[in-house]
C-alpha cells in the first residue's frame, strides 16, 4: 500500500515540471488570444530561428553553446514570414553553417533537457537542391504538420563543403513507434523519392561520440 501511496505523489521535481507546463500553456493561450484579437493568425507554438557559424580549419576555444546566436523568433504565420524571407538562402550560406529551427525553450543542443532523452532524423541532399526541401521541412514544422503529441523539438539545417544536411530533433528516442511515425511523416510532407535513405541517431550516441551525423544506429 505504501508504494502505490508513493506512486501516486509526484516528485518535487516531477510537480515543478507540471507547474511548468501549466504555467507554459497558460502564456500561450494568452499570447494567441492578443494575435487574434490584433488581427493576426496564431501559430501553436512560439519558434526561435538560431545560427551557428564555424571557421574551417580553425579549432574553436568556445564550446558549441557560446558559438550558438539567436536570430529571432516568432509566434504568427505573419511574423514567421517576415522572418523567413529576411534569411539568407541555403545556397547562398557558408560552410560549415548550422540554421536551426526550434520551438520556444529549447535550444539546439543535445544536453538541453527537451533533447537529452531524444534523437534525431538525419536526411542528406545535393547542395543544388537543399533549399527546396528545407523549405518544405520549415513549413512542414511551423504549421504543425509533424508534431505528434508533441513529439518534435525542432529542425537543423547544416551546410556542408560537399552536401546539405537535413535533422529533425524528437524527444524521445526509445520511443520506437513515435520515432517511425515521425518518420513517415517527413517522407510525406517532403515527398523524398524513395531512392532517399533516411537515418536516426539518438543524441546520448552523439554525446559519446561526439558527432552528429557519424555512425547512426537507424535506417528508413
Known sequence: MESIAENK?????????VVD????EAEDRQRQDRDVKAGL???KHKFVFWYTRRTPGVR???????????????????????CYCHLVRPSSLPSPTDLHLF????????????NCNGGKWIIRF???ISGRFWEDLVLA????????GDNVCGAVLSTRFNEDILSVWNRNASDHQAVMVLRD???RHLKLPHSYVMEYKPHDASLRDNSSYRNTWLRG
Open 60 to 82: 574553436n576555444q568556445t564550446s558549441y553553446e557560446d558559438n550558438i546566436k539567436k536570430l529571432v523568433d516568432f509566434s504568427t504565420v505573419e511574423a514567421f514570414w517576415v
Open 185 to 187: 511523416a517527413i517522407k
Open 126 to 128: 545535393k547542395k543544388a
Open 9 to 17: 505523489i509526484p516528485t518535487s521535481a516531477n510537480a515543478q515540471a
Open 141 to 148: 514544422l511551423v504549421g504543425d504538420q509533424l508534431d505528434y
Open 41 to 43: 493568425h496564431p501559430l
Open 103 to 114: 520551438k520556444e525553450g529549447i535550444r539546439p543542443l543535445w544536453e538541453d533537457s527537451a
Open 21 to 24: 507546463t501549466a504555467d507554459k
